[in-house]
């Protein structure tokens, strides 16, 4: 079963193709990390991937209607805005909407997705006055709320202390091991080492490596795409990925 098909997707910024010809499938029980540095293209990919941006080839998401689409996957974009100072714990319940629910903080998804995120102290309290961090994690309890068979996230991470953000990644390997597939674009590639399952890197729009962690993060293309040097230890819990230094 396919949870998302990729074909060719191509994205166009004047007449340079920012996403060039990206192909790829994923399918159920993933935990996938979207590498590359920045500007490669990974958040258009994303993007034209949902059907948000105008693109070339094909997207099995993109096709969908937008019902269909957000019980397919849930999107955790970039930017972070909280417009509204809605109760923490309604603005996860807004995850509920796609299935055609009102927004019910007490749904059991609601409060299990609080929990995993690790702000079920914080639920009574306006968005709009929890920390930085503490909306980032709101948000990501917002998309697990929507209990998609695919989670997209673009930089999840951002602005989580360290506790926060491998409690995050444990979450995502978890929905993975449950049967779920996660998608996540991500900068710390330590903790993509340590918890996903697959690799996806892109350097200036194209997808130039994709496949199981150790097999992708080897010295030769963490030296051509990213220009560093990087400490690779496997270890009894797994491979240890330290990036050491920059060598361009
Ligand atoms: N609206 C736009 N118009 C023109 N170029 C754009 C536009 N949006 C993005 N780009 C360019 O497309 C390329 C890919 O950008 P994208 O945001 O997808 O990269 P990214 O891999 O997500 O980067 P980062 O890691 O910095 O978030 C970049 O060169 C960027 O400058």
């Known amino acids: 079963m396919s949870l998302m098909s990729l074909k060719n997707l191509t994205v166009l910024r004047g007449s340079c193709p920012v996403v060039d010809h990206v192909s790829l499938e994923i399918g159920p029980g993933e935990c996938i990390g979207l590498i590359g540095p920045n500007g490669a293209g990974k958040t258009t990919m994303l993007r034209a991937a949902l059907g948000l941006l105008p693109h070339q080839g094909q997207s099995s998401l993109a096709t969908l209607t937008p019902r269909a689409r957000a019980r397919a996957a849930a999107f955790l974009p ?40 690790g702000i079920s102290a914080f639920t009574a309290r306006a968005a709009t006055e929890l920390s930085g961090g503490e909306q980032a994690r709101a948000l990501i309890a917002r998309a697990l709320a929507q209990d998609t068979p695919l989670l997209i996230a673009d930089e999840p991470g951002a602005g989580l202390d360290p506790e926060a953000q491998i409690r995050m990644m444990q979450v995502f390997a978890s929905l993975a091991r449950e049967g779920r597939s996660v998608l996540a674009s991500v900068h710390d590639l330590g903790l993509a080492a340590r918890h996903c399952t697959r690799l996806i890197v892109m350097a200036r729009g194209r997808l130039v490596a994709d496949g199981p962690v150790g097999a992708v993060l080897q010295d030769a293309l963490i030296e051509e795409v990213f220009g560093i040097r990087a400490y690779r230890a496997e270890t009894p819990e797994g ?3 330290q990036p050491l230094e920059v060598l361009r």
């Open 78 to 117: 970039q930017g972070r805005e909280i417009a509204w100072p809605v109760s923490a714990a309604d603005l996860v319940a807004l995850g509920r909407t796609a299935w055609g629910e009102t927004a019910d903080p007490a749904h059991p998804a609601v409060l299990a997705a609080l929990a995993r995120m």
């Open 239 to 241: 491979l240890v990925f």
